[in-house]
């Protein structure tokens, strides 16, 4: 079954999904997620979904989900390289993810992702 | 089937007569109705009127004389299209354009009147099936001329729509939009694709969206406004909305508008310097530090 490979920065977990997302896809992603988190004690998260192209409710729940639950690991979560058409898909269903870091880039991400771990 | 072929007959053999008094009546009454015998020229109005009496006429002698819209009534009706539509577009009226069928009644029935005039049955026969085939016809031209106007205003609408959506660079990173005009929801639905695609071209940080030109806000277009902020906000930039007049400050207060933790700023200069505060700029006067 193909896995979304997880790779460790530094004090940062880097998930970059370069394959369309379907719902197991999403689950396991949730569930090894939050096991690297608890295993390497990260202290943030980068998702870069520049590559999704298409998303429907449940995958939008999922990232809020994955976000909710990094955060009760105490790790910082930021999203990265969304598409207008996603983004407009998500609001039009009403998921703004308040709480999820945004950032256009992978650079400006880990910008954001550097500064919000360093103050706390 | 008699009557039918009475009309075929006529049509035929009256061709010249007839087609030369439609045309007089046509442009008759185009100069009575003033302003518009530049819009159309004689020489077209004469093709297009030769040109539908013979399809016309062929029609009313082909087996399905009195449906108008089987096939043999094809060219017929193309030839109507033609007309209804670059009447529409020239700027006529919706009866104006339907006289152009209209107006073949009269020659017609005074070649019936004086043939049929002996056979009383007959003459009303086929008086009532010609009224009823030229109805029909006048029927076909207005609805044709109302798709005709139809397609006019669509295209103005997206011309209009492109008007009205540029999405200007400010600074490196900066952009700003200004809206004019009345927001709906598809307008918009197209304003905030074009921020959110250039937004991803450009790699900008900070969004203005400058509603000077709005003249009201309502709870629906604060809706999406909200909704714009927020989708750009998922894509990793920051918007900012400027341009709030006092009336329209105090329409949001009235309405219990909640814009939530969205920045907003009187004008799109205080909009700009929040902007390039955020991105680390400083604006300074070089005489005053001097």
Redesign the interface.
């Known amino acids: 079954m193909e896995r979304i490979p997880l790779l460790r920065v530094g004090d940062f977990i880097l998930v970059t999904i370069q394959v369309d997302m379907h719902d197991r896809l999403a689950m396991s992603l949730q569930d090894d997620l939050t096991n690297k988190i608890s295993t390497t004690s990260a202290k943030g998260v980068l998702i870069d979904i520049s590559a999704l192209e298409m998303v429907d409710s449940f995958i939008g729940r999922m990232f809020a989900n994955i976000a909710a639950t990094a955060r009760v690991l105490d790790a910082e979560i930021v999203v990265v390289g969304m598409r207008p058409a996603v983004a407009i898909t998500l609001v039009e269903l009403g998921l703004y993810l308040t709480g999820i870091r945004t950032a256009l880039d992978v650079d400006h991400g880990m910008e954001l992702l550097r500064v919000a771990t360093a103050r706390s | 089937m008699q009557p039918k072929s009475q009309l075929a007959q006529i049509l035929k053999r009256f061709e010249t007569d007839i087609l030369a008094e439609w045309v007089a009546e046509q442009l008759r009454s185009l100069k009575a109705s003033g302003q518009r015998s530049d819009a159309v020229r004689d020489s077209e109005l004469r093709e297009d009127c030769r040109r539908f009496y013979q399809s016309f006429a062929d029609a009313a002698s082909s087996a399905n004389a009195s449906d108008v819209m089987a096939t043999e009534w094809s060219e017929v009706r193309d030839v109507l299209t033609n007309v209804s539509r670059s009447r529409a577009i020239a700027g006529f009226s919706p009866s104006e354009t339907a006289r152009f069928v209209f107006s073949l009644k009269r020659p017609l029935f005074q070649r019936l009147g004086q043939n049929l005039s002996a056979n009383g049955d007959a003459l009303f026969d086929a008086v009532q099936t010609t009224s009823d085939l030229l109805d029909k016809l006048g029927l076909l031209t207005t609805e044709i001329y109302q798709k005709g106007r139809e397609e006019v205003i669509s295209r103005q609408q997206t011309e209009m729509l492109e008007l009205s959506t540029p999405v200007v660079k400010l600074w490196d990173g900066v952009l700003a939009l200004p809206m004019i005009g009345t927001l709906d929801s598809y307008r918009t639905q197209s304003v ?2 074009a921020l ?2 250039r ?2 071209e450009t ?3 900070i969004a203005i969206i400058d509603i000077t030109g709005v003249p009201t806000v309502d709870t629906l277009v604060a809706q999406h406004l909200m ?1 714009t902020v ?8 920051d918007c900012i909305i400027s341009g709030i007049r006092p009336q329209i400050a105090q329409t949001i207060v009235h309405l219990a508008i909640d814009l939530g933790n969205i920045t907003t700023k009187a004008t799109l200069a205080d909009a700009f310097a929040v902007a390039l505060e955020r991105l680390g700029k400083d604006i300074t006067d070089r005489r005053a530090a001097r």
């Open positions: 905030m694709e959110l695609v937004i991803m790699g900008s940080r909704k927020a989708a750009a906000r998922l894509m990793g930039a």
